[in-house]
């Protein structure tokens, strides 16, 4: 256990790679993947899984702040078309997506990805989304604020363990690449997380991610076998050759014959000391599940502070969170992890009420955004605070599911281009 998470830390936060060595690894792998496929094949009967087809169509009256988290997809428009299946120990879902971008119509096919497994574990290739966090809203080191990373992964899902005290566990191992052309070109994306279950109720996971590679940046195989185990360091130049950040999350779900209630929190660092994560941004939350006036409820409180303090040697400091020597711990120009972006605090309640054929949710938060006011921040060139609310209608339609969400954000935004006011949006997607 002390190995596995000496690995994941490293003993520093900092690393690079070499594309033409990156580039003819992925080719390795991807020839292994498609042998291993016509292998496994051939020895395994094939148990194919239906076809289904979903489309669907999205639209924005406005975008607003953390939009992709709520609703899914960014800007003002998205239309979809996702085909999923399986054959033999084969997953995969191809979709096809039409947006909005940068006042554009562009193609993507966030979402995509191939699963090839056996027992717990699995390889898999493409842009999934992905949310590391007990949190069911967002995560401070990788959340759905951002577009998805294309990636090679590696995942074991949730089974015990040989040691009685590791319990069940979980993880994964990504190798991803990502999208700063403001920045730097060619930026590789590694990232680790173990949750494992030591207790009934308990989950601990243990979660590290790193921005390396790139134009100007230490190269080779050495290199990135050094950010691997955390064995590299600030360049003799003054930069960092890689930026990484590490830390852990808790979740524990209090027995039924007490209260319907799960608690859970994370803190994430975005330094290194003595081996382990330091310079936190934290995370908490309860969520309850219950029914009010007999109908069945869920409630989330839930708050982040990203704001983070300077340590006792003087480093860090309120604007480090998310920073680093790419231009941001970014994809697509967004903040990989909590919508608030450095800088920032929230504080807000969700509440969902299921009344059998349709569902009604809303919200309400407190957020505060650029508390330091950093004329360079992504979000804001000044300090702003405010209050975001949402309600919500959701039900079934034949074959379909309808939501429609009316919003409210109580500030402006001007960097990012979001200005205060009421927004609508639908969304409707159906089965085929």
Known sequence: MADFISTIYGSDFRLGFDTRVRTNVQSLLGCSLIATALASGLATPLSAEPLEATAGLAVASDPSFGQ??????????????????????????????????????????????????????????????RNWSFSPNTSLIWSQNARPVPALSFERASEPSDNSWFGDWSGELVFGSLNSVNHNSNVQMFGARLVVTPLPGLDVEFVRTAQWGGRGRP???????????????????????????????????????IAPLRVYLQGVGEDEAGGLPSCYMYLAGAEWSGAVASVPTSVVVEGLNTVIDYTGGGYCGPNTAYGGQYGGYTNYGQAMGAAVDTAGQSIGIDVLHDFGGYAIGWGVNQVFINDTNNSGHRLSSVRVEGQTGYLTYERAIGRGR????????????????????VRGAVNYEFTF
């Open 68 to 129: 992709r988290e709520g609703l899914g997809f960014g800007g003002a428009y998205q239309t979809w078309l996702e085909l999923s299946g399986g054959q033999g120990i084969t997953d995969y879902a191809l979709r096809v997506s039409l947006a909005e971008a940068d006042a554009d119509a562009r193609v993507s096919l966030d979402g995509s990805h191939v699963s090839l497994g056996g027992g717990p574990w699995s390889v898999s290739l493409g842009a999934k989304e």
């Open 402 to 421: 309808v939501e429609a969400r009316l919003s409210y954000q109580g500030f402006d935004l001007d960097t990012a281009g979001l200005t205060k006011g």
């Open 219 to 257: 190269g080779g195989l050495d290199a990135f076998w050094d950010m691997f185990i955390g064995n590299s360091n600030q360049g003799s130049d003054g930069t960092d050759p890689a930026n990484q950040l590490g830390g852990f999350g808790l979740s524990y779900q209090v027995p039924e014959t």
